[in-house]
C-alpha cells in the first residue's frame, strides 16, 4: 500500500519561506510523476505543480510560478516544494499526490494516492 507523509508546513511571515517534504513509501516512487496540491478554507483543491519520475520535467501553476520550486530524490522516495517569498493567498492545507496519467496533469482527478496534508499559513 502506497503511503504519502507530508512534513514542513508551518506558520511564516509574508515575504518568508518554507520548504515541504513527502516522503513516499509501499510503492514505486522512482516510477511515477508526483504532484503538490493545496487547499484553502471554502475553496476547491487547486494544483500547485508537478514533477517527472526522474525529476528532469516540471509543471507550476501560473499563481506561484518563480516563487516555488518543486524536486526530488528518487533515492530517498521524497520529494520537495521549496516555497519562497509566500503571500497570505498562499495559505492552504499542502498535499502531496502521486500521479497515475504520467502526464504532469493539474486535474486532482490524474492522481490516485495522497498524503494526508500539512498546513501553511502565511500572516500579512
Known amino acids: 500500500q502506497v503511503q504519502l507523509v507530508e512534513s514542513g508546513g508551518g506558520l511564516v511571515q509574508a515575504g518568508g519561506s518554507l520548504r515541504l517534504s513527502c516522503a513516499a513509501s509501499?510503492?514505486?516512487?522512482?516510477?511515477?510523476?508526483m504532484g503538490w496540491f493545496r487547499q484553502a478554507p471554502g475553496k476547491e483543491r487547486e494544483f500547485v505543480a508537478a514533477?517527472?519520475?526522474?525529476?528532469?520535467?516540471?509543471n507550476y501553476a501560473n499563481s506561484v510560478k518563480g516563487r516555488f520550486t518543486i524536486s526530488r530524490e528518487n533515492a530517498k522516495g521524497t520529494m520537495y516544494l521549496q516555497m519562497n517569498s509566500l503571500k497570505p493567498d498562499d495559505t492552504a492545507v499542502y498535499y502531496c499526490?502521486?500521479?497515475?496519467?504520467?502526464?504532469?496533469?493539474?486535474?486532482?482527478?490524474?492522481?490516485?494516492?495522497w498524503g494526508q496534508g500539512t498546513q501553511v499559513t502565511v500572516s500579512s
Open positions: 499526490a502521486r500521479d497515475r496519467r504520467y502526464n504532469l496533469g493539474s486535474s486532482s482527478l490524474d492522481y490516485d494516492y
Open positions: 509501499g510503492g514505486a516512487f522512482s516510477l511515477y510523476n
Open positions: 514533477i517527472s519520475h526522474s525529476g528532469g520535467t516540471t
